[in-house]
């Protein structure tokens, strides 16, 4: 019984967020503009504008870390609903740089970027 509660409570979990993360459109913005070229000057530029959109951005990805690090979210999960924009964080420089930056928080998503 225990089991099949909390396989449920992840597949509501899993659902909502997929449904945030895809139905709003300032999310949209940044996943558009983070699925380009690791070189890419936008980014960079982006990053350091530090925009209620960036930072909102990450914060939903804080937020799966922090669902992932207390099971709420198991790593398939995770892997099958944003493992392709959990790249796509990773493959620039600037994004990096600004995730492992302690001053800015993060340390869910910092830890899973490790981990994944």
Not at 6 to 24: G, H, I, N, P
Not at 28 to 37: F, T
Not at 63 to 89: E, I, N, P, T, W
């Amino acid at each position: 019984m225990y089991r099949r509660n909390s396989q449920r409570e992840r597949a509501r979990w899993a659902e909502s967020l997929y449904s945030r993360f895809f139905e709003r459109s300032e999310l949209k913005a940044v996943r558009d503009l983070l699925d380009c070229d690791a070189t890419d000057p936008q980014v960079e530029q982006f990053v350091k504008a530090e925009s209620s959109n960036w930072t909102d951005y990450l914060n939903f990805f804080e937020f799966v870390a922090y669902l992932h690090k207390s099971r709420q979210l198991s790593d398939g999960d995770v892997k099958a609903l944003f493992g392709y924009y959990l790249g796509c964080l990773r493959q620039h420089p600037s994004v990096i740089t600004y995730i492992q930056n302690e001053s800015k928080g993060y340390e869910y998503l910092r830890e899973m970027l490790a981990a994944i």
